[in-house]
């Protein structure tokens, strides 16, 4: 785009400007957020631009190693989770950190620390990584009331109710990053030119009711009953299917366009696939911010109480009628 156009498109709201104008509006605010959100806004940067090279840099391919969850990872798993890392750890406003890369949670030492919990997947998205396809950061945000102490794994181990902020940052045909603070959902574009994110939609509002179903069907015959009765009158409705197999790029669409996504329970995954701290909940509360919802199967997925790092949970999330479609499915099913 012509740097003309784009001056007539936009006030140039940077993500920084946007950050600090919103810490401006509560007084009480230390900046510690807003330190912490720019070092995560580095990090997408810095990941963006070895997804972007990955084909030229020999970056694609695998890394000889697996994470906790018996994946083998490829090479930009383990450069993006040193990336946030490193990203989190520098802000000097973190005090526990929780990567679906690394089997414990990371206690950030004395002198170093701060109030922030951050949960992310570094690269959602693996088995997209060395084709080209859109893959995706995402992270949620806890907070430590007491000052000082020592971090511990129950700071984590909270509802997603008790997130304060969360956002993903998409790696596609431009690079995304879209959070929530609890006040609703802002949409940010990467300006490769100036290696700055620049709002682009501000306020973003889930459509009500959508016409794209999302999910993996290949897994239909170890469905329970109410995702297969779900799935049928999506078919029924001549719903459209679109399935990328990237939950940041997945959600993304679902964000925009409307509809839902859903990574239920099957016979093989009992708990579903999707990691409960850093894929569903911070997903779940960007949704709900953007006046849609997120379902377990059983509950509202911010109200789950995690009882370890990574948990597993299965989720439907997307537009308010159609989550509401398959909550009556699985409260028919309860009550049979
Ligand atoms: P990953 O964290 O190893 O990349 O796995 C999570 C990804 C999600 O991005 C996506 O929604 C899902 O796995 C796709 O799984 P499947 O290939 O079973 O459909
Ligand atoms: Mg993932």
């Known amino acids: 785009m012509e740097h003309s156009d784009q001056l007539k498109n936009t006030d140039l709201m940077t993500l920084t400007r946007f950050i600090l104008n919103e810490q401006h509006k509560y007084p009480e605010a230390t900046g510690d957020l807003t330190i912490l959100l720019n070092h995560i806004a580095l990090g997408c940067k810095f990941v963006q631009s070895a997804v972007n090279k990955a084909g030229l840099a020999k970056l694609i391919g695998l890394a000889g190693e697996q994470n906790v969850q018996g994946e083998d990872q490829k090479k930009l798993d383990v450069l993006s989770n040193d990336v946030f890392i490193k990203a989190l750890t520098s802000s000097g406003r973190t005090r526990v950190l929780v990567s679906e890369e690394n089997e414990d949670a990371i206690l950030i030492e004395k002198g170093k620390r701060g109030r922030y919990c951050v949960v992310f997947d570094p690269l959602d998205g693996s088995s997209n990584i060395d084709c080209a396809v859109a893959v995706g950061t995402i992270f949620g945000i806890y907070q430590v009331t007491e000052p000082e102490r020592e971090g511990k794994i129950e700071d984590v181990l ?47 509002k889930i459509p009500k009711a959508g016409k794209i179903y999302s999910v993996n069907q290949g897994n239909a015959v170890n469905w329970d009953a109410p995702t297969t009765a779900y799935v049928e009158a999506c078919q029924k409705k001549t719903k459209s299917l679109r399935y990328i197999g990237s939950m940041v790029a997945d959600v993304h669409r679902t964000l925009l366009y409307g509809g839902i996504f859903l990574y239920p329970a099957d016979k093989k995954s009992p708990s579903g696939k999707l990691r409960v701290l850093y894929e569903c909940f911070p997903m779940a509360f960007i949704m709900e911010q953007a006046g849609g919802q997120a379902f377990t199967g059983k509950g509202r997925m911010l109200e789950l109480v995690p009882t370890k790092l990574h948990e597993r949970s299965p989720i439907f999330l997307g537009s308010y009628d159609d989550v509401e479609d398959v909550k009556k499915l699985y409260a028919e099913k309860a009550s049979s």
């Open 158 to 204: 909270q509802p997603g109710t008790k997130m304060v902020s969360a956002g993903y940052c998409m790696y596609g045909s431009s690079c995304e990053l879209v959070l929530t603070t609890g006040e609703g959902v802002t949409g940010f574009t990467l300006d490769p030119s100036l290696g700055e994110f620049i709002l682009t939609r501000a306020n973003i």
